[in-house]
């Protein structure tokens, strides 16, 4: 692959000898100076060095998809969305059409599932793929950008052995013999041949320290936002174990809220763990209503006084967890007989103030929620909002790469909305789940959302997410939600898949909307930019692309600059 350049004169970023995809690709010297991603020590000498070198032994895998090779044949004329990350890392400065606003000054950091093969071997499921993660350095009306693969153990394990070691979302190493089978039934119930690649979110705390996360508890990994290198695991400092938690907890600058399903005894425990501490602490228990195991909590919302525990009727499976072959909905089950439930826990003392049976639902993302009060100030209600795929449980199978890489020009993706809950708090035994708008606003695709922070668990009006522009296989569209209008401005470039919109307000703004939208875009050329989007006007105001395409990623956070003494 020859030298890369984003348009800047004089400037050489990156240059690599290695065949182009390959799990083995060398890091790269780089220029000195010339991006804050350049500040820290090299790995080597970072807390990351003790990792799993020998493969966990586990159920042998079902054969590789009839994409074997697909990854690694260039090109242009299909989407980097879904293909291998070129090499492990790479910065530089961008070429801006447009202009940034000066008052945009920090760090957008976005993690995601970058790299979905070692060797020959393709992984199947978009969830799958080793971290990447990607910044963007916003100062003066310059952006600067890089990226790196997280070195989780399960990346450097398939990286020193040259194929799987851990068991990923639907990925199973391969067991050598029957005793490897019985000794990886031990490790999972351990957790030890449990991913800790941590490849679905990072979150800032309010201490500051910056963590990737996934949903196995072993997989929170602590980086560098500066640098973008591994600083180490980031251990939970106490005792309540568990092997699975919530991938996006609430995190503000007081506190980070959690939840950890039990499996055992079918509930959820809702933790708290403080700034600059590593400890959590718990503060209530929901036990389940329904079902053979708690439903999947991928995130949850919280408003003023509350934290809402929602209990889909997509349920954890042990059985499922143990299988080598996934099954359509690979580690779940759906179980409609169970019914569906939202639960409210007061956040003061832990207590259950409600518990109402809800209409079925499947999502990923919950919104925001906000109180409603009577006349006498009074808490009446809890409103929470959600990307809702129509109870429809199909949408994780739809997310196998083979399906995302062979659209076909047929309308195939799932509708969903954004659903509304209502949960009433006056002792009523059922909650109201309705779309908050005509879906046809925004395409009937909705998900990868998000709100100005300063509204988190406030009535709010506006939501950020991705929409849809039919015929399509995946969400193609950057949508603003106006909740007031019952109403959706979308952001639409044919043949382009945008990831997560993510929503930065302007420092001393009075207006909800007054910020960017940050996205990063993949074009249909091959190529890829980051994108700014006034929030407010919903229009187009700077684009810088990259000298190459980047992997689709997910979920990300803002890291703002540092104010100087």
């Known amino acids: 692959m020859a030298s890369l350049s984003c348009g800047v004169p004089g400037k050489v970023f ?12 060398h890091m790269h010297d780089r220029p000195k100076g010339l991006l804050p991603f350049t500040r820290r020590p090299t790995l080597e000498s970072s807390t990351v060095t003790h990792v799993a ?21 260039p090109d242009n004329n299909r989407l980097a969305a879904w293909k291998s990350i070129r090499q492990e890392r790479w910065e530089g400065e961008l070429a801006v059409q447009g202009q940034i606003p000066l008052w945009l000054s920090g760090t957008y950091l976005r993690n995601g599932p970058g790299m979905w093969h070692i060797e020959n071997y393709n992984f199947r499921h978009l969830f799958d793929g080793y971290a990447t993660l990607v910044g963007l350095h916003f100062e003066n009306g310059r952006l600067t950008a890089g990226h790196r693969q997280l070195e989780s153990e399960a990346y450097r394990a398939a990286k020193k052995s040259k194929k799987l070691c851990y068991r990923e979302f639907s990925e199973v190493p391969r067991a050598e013999n029957f005793l490897s089978y019985i000794g990886e039934l031990a490790s999972l119930f351990s957790g030890a041949s449990l991913t800790d690649n941590a490849n679905t ?6 201490d500051g320290r910056v963590v990737c996360l996934t949903e196995t508890v072993k997989g929170s990994i602590q980086i560098d936002p500066d640098t973008l290198e591994t600083v180490g ?3 939970y400092a106490d005792s309540l174990g568990g092997l699975i938690h919530s991938a996006h907890p609430i995190v503000t600058q007081t506190e980070f809220l959690t939840l950890l399903p039990d499996l055992i005894k079918p509930g959820y425990r809702v933790v708290r763990m403080d700034p600059g501490s590593n400890e959590r602490k718990v503060i209530g228990r929901v036990d389940c209503r329904g079902g053979p195991a708690p439903g999947w909590v991928h995130s949850f919302p919280v408003s003023e006084h509350y934290i809402i525990v929602p209990e889909m009727p997509l349920r954890y499976c042990a059985q499922n967890l143990l299988r080598a072959e996934p099954t359509p909905l690979y580690k779940f089950e759906w179980h409609p007989e169970s019914k569906a439930f939202m639960h409210v826990v007061s956040r003061a003392t832990g207590n259950i103030v409600g518990s109402v049976e809800v209409p079925l639902f499947v999502t990923f993302h919950f919104i925001n929620a906000y109180e409603e009060r009577d006349e006498r100030g009074r ?29 076909s020009g047929e309308d195939v993706l799932p509708d969903a909305r954004v659903g509304r809950f209502t949960i009433p ?31 988190l668990g406030k009535k709010y009006r506006y939501a ?27 952001w639409h470039e044919e043949g382009s898949v945008p990831s997560e919109p993510f929503f930065v307000p302007r420092p001393g703004a009075t207006e909800e909307d007054d910020g960017v939208v940050i996205s990063m875009v993949s074009a249909k050329n091959g190529e890829g930019f980051a994108l700014l989007l006034d929030g407010s006007s919903f229009e187009e105001i700077a684009r810088a692309k990259f000298p190459y395409g980047l992997p689709y990623g997910l979920h990300g956070c803002w890291v703002p600059k540092a104010r100087q003494n």
Do not use: W
């Open 201 to 206: 979110g990072v979150v800032r705390l309010g």
């Open 425 to 455: 708090l006056d002792g009523s035994p059922h909650g109201k789940l309705e779309a908050a708008l005509d879906p046809e606003e925004h395409g009937r695709g909705m998900d990868m959302c998000s709100i100005n922070p300063d509204y």
């Open 233 to 235: 695991k980031f251990a």
């Open 464 to 490: 950020y997410a991705c929409g849809a522009r039919r015929p399509c296989n995946f969400p193609n569209t950057i949508t603003k939600i106006d909740f007031l209008t019952k109403t959706a401005k979308n």
């Open 14 to 25: 990156c240059s690599s000898k290695s065949r182009e995809g390959s799990i083995n690709d």
């Open 53 to 73: 070198v020998t493969c966990p032994a586990t159920l042998p895998p079902p054969p590789p998809p009839p994409l074997a090779t697909e990854i690694f044949q």
């Open 379 to 407: 808490v009446k209600a809890i409103i929470a909002d959600c990307c809702e795929h129509n109870a429809d449980p199909s949408i994780l199978d739809k997310l196998r790469l083979q399906n995302l890489r062979s659209f």
